[in-house]
């Protein structure tokens, strides 16, 4: 079993550990496992490719509105007094989603969380809220308060 536990700068423990245990493939873009300690739990509600007035952005440009997506979250977790370094799952949605999807999403992701790995589960839909939205990210986050 491979543990990547992380510290902060001042090199207190991290409320999130990642777990990729040997005998299962490796993931290239998530971890399989999360353990998350700490006193105060965070979810944010799916973010949505919407600029702040509610507008949405990107119209039929899955790379526009996965930034967008991520950037939102970015936002949230921010306004929670939360870091993406802290995020222990996120839960991607995707309209159609097809396998050439993957790397877009990806450079998405990685402008939020660098080389953290959260637990994710990408789910394909049929449709989103608005018939414009492309995708949707959720997120659980687990802080030391």
């Not at 353990?35 to 919407?50: H, L």
């Not at 119209?59 to 007094?81: E, K, T, Y």
Request: net charge negative; no cysteine; glycine share 8%.
């Amino acid at each position: 079993m491979h543990t990547d536990g992380s510290t902060t700068q001042d090199g207190a423990a991290h409320a999130v550990e990642k777990i990729n245990p040997s005998d299962l493939p490796p993931p290239p873009t998530y971890s399989h496992v999360v353990v998350a300690t700490g006193s105060k739990i965070v979810f944010v509600a799916g973010q949505e490719p919407e600029d702040g007035e509610g507008n949405v952005v990107g119209i039929d440009d899955l790379v526009v509105q996965a930034h967008r997506v991520f950037a939102n979250l970015g936002r949230a977790l921010s306004a929670a007094g939360a870091r993406p370094d802290q995020v222990a799952k996120i839960t991607i949605f995707v309209v159609h989603h097809r396998p050439e999807y993957l790397p877009m999403i990806e450079d998405a992701r990685v402008s939020l969380f660098g080389n953290h790995k959260p637990v994710d589960t990408l789910v394909g839909v049929e449709s989103l809220a608005r018939p414009e939205y492309l995708i949707e990210v959720d997120a659980i986050e687990v802080i030391d308060d």
